[in-house]
C-alpha cells in the first residue's frame, strides 16, 4: 500500500453523477457505456462493472464517479471519468450516496 498525503489526495474530484443511459460495450462481458448527468455536464464513462449489473438496473442510479481522470479510449470508445466501485471475493458494488443528492455535487 503506498501512503499519500492529503495534498495528493485532494487532487481527485469525487462527484455524484447520476446515470442516465447505460448500454452494454459490443465485444466486452464487464464493459458498461453509461451518461453521467454531472448537472453541468453529461460525460461518457466506461464501467468494467458489467458482470454485477444489468445495464438498466443501473438507469437513475446516483453514484460516485471521479471526474478528472485523463480520459482513455477503451475498445474504441472514450471514457471522461470513473465510477467508484468496491469488489470483495462474492461481490461487486458501485459506491451509491445514502440519501438523495444532486448530480454534480462535490464528494468530500
Known sequence: MEIIN???FGKADLR???ILSAERV???DKLLKLEVDLTEERRQILAGIGKAYAPEELIN???AVIINLEP????G???EGMVLAVKDENNLSVLVPEKDIIPGSKIS
Open 6 to 8: 492529503i495534498d495528493e
Open 16 to 18: 455524484v453523477g447520476k
Open 26 to 28: 459490443e465485444g466486452s
Open 61 to 63: 442510479k446516483s453514484v
Open 72 to 75: 482513455r479510449e477503451m475498445m
Open 77 to 79: 470508445l472514450k471514457s
